[in-house]
């Protein structure tokens, strides 16, 4: 067998441009916001996950500053060194508060929180379940940890009954988003809770897009089904998503988390946040609960975008969150539609496989409590300019 060499890359490269599978990134010169500046032209942007807009938020930047002037920039180690500051432990205990649970951990991502976890939880002999559109880190996690992977159809909790073990002394972990990030719908959270209970396993929910958005007080899709933490032992949220902000957590029973702490190599082996990003997502934390009229504004906007999509024939999914993909299908014609909606002025990113299934490609729009209904009639009407091309498109 030949060494891995360039050429052998640059193959591969190329294959992906002729799948048009090909990610570029794109250089934003601005502050996240509704108006995105990029190689100088500024754009009206819907591919942001700042769902309560906080990301630039007047008292987060000074929160942060402040606590930049007091803690430096680095936290300079693990928090099993020397990195776990006053500001990251009173973080953790306002999360474990927020999500009302006994305790909660930082991690430094909601990838690593994920991976930390489940290879905390479970080895070789184990069962891990999960659904078939959950986050690529949940699933990476799941192989990672050894244990025998089941996947089952999306949202089906009789499906999932079926790959659960009958054993109940087989230790199992039934996994799930609890809003998906690709198609912006809530999992079946209470039939999934019965089931875990009745095959004798542990439900974790991944709950990063619906913390601060989804549920009356903006505490996720738990609160938004009424599930108590003894219905789901397990939740993880981020921090960079509804709140604005970086890192994530994981919330649960004090041996849960005294359990991660000894265990869970993601958290164990890497550095901690910035004191300040700890300072400033408590920070979050409070305007969830002092500002709920951005929770208020959100809504409408999604009714207000379902409403005029729908209108137009666009095909929708069935989501009530912030998150409203357009389905379009082949990945060649999402990016020509992205690329028709950019030349308009308006930034929305195509979805395509294998981050979504094969002949699912989709654009990806996303609405902010920081966007404006001005903004949103703006992309309908961009979007009714375009029909010729999506109407083709979808079919």
């Known amino acids: 067998m030949q060494p891995l060499s360039d050429q ?24 996240q916001g509704p108006l995105q500046k990029i190689q100088g032209k500024q754009y009206l942007s819907f591919c942001s996950n700042d769902y309560l807009g906080l990301a630039n938020h007047p008292k987060l930047v000074e929160e942060g500053q402040r606590a930049l002037a007091e803690w430096g920039v680095g936290s300079g180690a693990a928090h099993l060194v020397n990195g776990h500051s006053s500001a990251h432990h009173a973080l953790e205990e306002e999360l474990a508060e927020f999500t009302g649970r006994p305790r909660a951990l930082l991690f430094s991502t909601g990838y690593m929180a994920n991976l930390g976890v489940i290879t ?17 880190s949940l699933v990476d996690a799941g192989l990672l940890s050894r244990a025998k992977l089941g996947r089952y159809a999306h949202s089906d909790p009789e499906a999932a009954a079926a790959v659960m073990p009958d054993d109940l002394d087989v230790r199992s972990l039934l996994v799930t988003d609890g809003v998906f990030s690709m198609d912006g719908d809530l999992a ?31 505490r996720g899709s738990l609160e938004h089904f009424g599930l108590n933490p003894d219905q789901v032992p397990v939740l993880m949220g981020t921090l960079g998503k509804g709140l604005g902000c970086f890192g994530a957590f994981v919330a649960g029973s004090e041996a849960l988390i005294e359990t991660l702490i000894q265990q869970a190599r993601s958290y164990i082996y890497t550095t901690a946040l910035p004191p300040a990003v700890a300072a400033a997502a408590r920070m979050a ?21 379902r409403c005029g999509a729908k209108t137009m024939g666009c095909q929708l999914m069935a989501s009530d969150t912030p998150i409203q993909p ?16 950019r030349e308009s002025g308006i930034l929305i990113t195509a979805i395509r496989p294998p981050t979504v299934p094969q002949g699912s490609a989709r654009l990806r729009v996303t609405l902010s409590a920081a966007h404006s209904s001005d903004q949103v009639d703006r992309l309908l009407e961009i979007l009714e300019e375009l029909k010729p091309l999506w109407q083709e498109q979808s079919q």
Request: charged share 30%.
């Open 120 to 136: 905390a939880l479970c080895g070789r002999g184990d069962r891990v379940i999960q659904d078939r559109l959950n986050h690529a």
């Open 188 to 218: 079946p959270l209470p039939a999934l809770a019965e089931l875990a209970h009745t095959k004798g396993a542990w439900l974790m929910v991944d709950d990063a897009h619906g913390l601060g958005v989804v549920g009356t007080r903006g």
């Open 8 to 31: 052998d890359l640059a193959v591969a490269l190329d294959q992906r441009r002729a799948q048009h599978l090909y990610r570029s990134r794109l250089v934003s010169e601005s502050p």
């Open 326 to 341: 357009i389905l379009i299908g082949d990945s060649d014609r999402a990016i020509a539609l992205s690329a028709a909606l």
């Open 285 to 305: 934390l409070k305007l969830v609960d002092q500002e709920p009229e951005r929770r208020d504004a959100l809504r409408r906007l999604v009714e207000q975008f």
